[in-house]
């Protein structure tokens, strides 16, 4: 397929949370009580939300976000982020007190710890989110992940719905998904972790027929299409007709994997809305999930737009 041939410029509409990632990278982590020295520490743009956003914004979506920052200097600092990287911030709220922060910690093998301190991000509202929708003139994707109130997500999701978009959930941070948000979600893409909360103890793990076959029964259950992000191994995708597809990750060594799901998401989505067959979606995520893990920082590890655009092109070839 030539690169051409995609839609043109899809739009996504990302509803999510902002924060600033607040990373050491050290040897060890301290155990309770313990205080040991970092080997280095860097201040970034994080925020699951915008992360996605990021990625797709960098594969050449146009990309809206709908979210909320606070009233201090990282909210001035994440709106000239997005701005910046060519997102509509239009529909970022400034609410009173603090923005969302992540202080994270980062080990030689590149696996993090993560808190998130949600701030502003606890305060999207569901009325302002679902008005946002409708009032675009155009939208192919609705991205959500768990970082703001899931009924805010719920409505801009119905309100996608209304529209005729396809809703995109990341269910991250790992929790129980309300009712009605789960209604309204068409794609559901968990890590393993973040599955076993979804599923809960109706399909308990380490059945005969392996995780393959609950994946299927959860999206069979559920009316969800599903892709669980495997790490290092890859992911897995239930395709329409219940198949499963094993898609293996990009070898390679990482340094810091933070953000790499948000970096699968946000291809998978810009994948998606820009007519690639779901399976090459998945691809694209992968890929890019892949090369940021060989670099440090959330957003400051993704592919660059040339960058992104030289994996995007080995992906269409394919097709
Ligand atoms: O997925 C990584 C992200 O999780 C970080 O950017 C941090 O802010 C938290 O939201």
Redesign the pocket.
Known sequence: MEAGSSRAQPTIVVVG?L?V?QIAYTSRVPAAGETVMGDRYVMGF???G??QAVMARRLGARVEFVGALGDDVFADMSIDNMAGQGIDTRYIARVPGSS?V?P?WVEPDGTNR?I?VAGANDRVDPETAAGAIRALEAVEIVVGQL?IPQAATAAAFAAARERGAATVLNP?PAAPLEPALLAVTDWLIPNETEFEILVGEDDVGDSEDGDADRYRRFAGRTGTRLVVTLGGDGALLIAADGSTERIPATPVTPVDT??A??AFVGAFAYGLAAGLPELEAVRLGIALAGDSVTKPG?QSSFATPEQAAVLLGAILARI
């Open positions: 949370s924060n990632d994080g925020g699951k915008a992360n969302g992540a994270i993560i998130v970082e991250a933070t953000g799901g948000d959330t």
